[in-house]
């Protein structure tokens, strides 16, 4: 013998179909949201890491010329040809 469900087991059984497919969809927005947070933050370290590479190579860069600058003769010769100064007793020679 089958018993039968009454109308208040149905309604039982339909609320709680409908609070377990809310649950869901709760948890699968839920997880979407972190999901993107978790993509966004990766493209944010991404370009955060090759910045900070940028950013090391210029560091470098700028420490090989104070170790440059620091040098005296280096100094001289980079005045000369930056700024075209002369010391006493060069000769200038101009090209076009």
């Not at 013998?1 to 087991?9: D, F, G, H, L, V």
Request: no cysteine.
């Amino acid at each position: 013998m089958r018993a039968r469900t009454s109308k208040k087991e149905k309604k039982r059984l339909f609320l709680i179909t409908i609070a377990i497919i809310t649950l869901l969809a709760l948890l699968i927005g839920s997880v979407y949201s972190d999901w993107k947070q978790i993509l966004k933050n990766r493209r944010t370290e991404v370009e955060l890491t090759q910045k900070y590479e940028e950013l090391l190579e210029n560091e470098l860069k700028l420490s090989a010329e104070i170790t440059k600058l620091q040098d005296d003769e280096y100094l001289a010769r980079y005045a000369k040809e930056k700024y075209m100064l002369s010391a006493e007793g060069d000769t200038i020679i101009k090209i076009d």
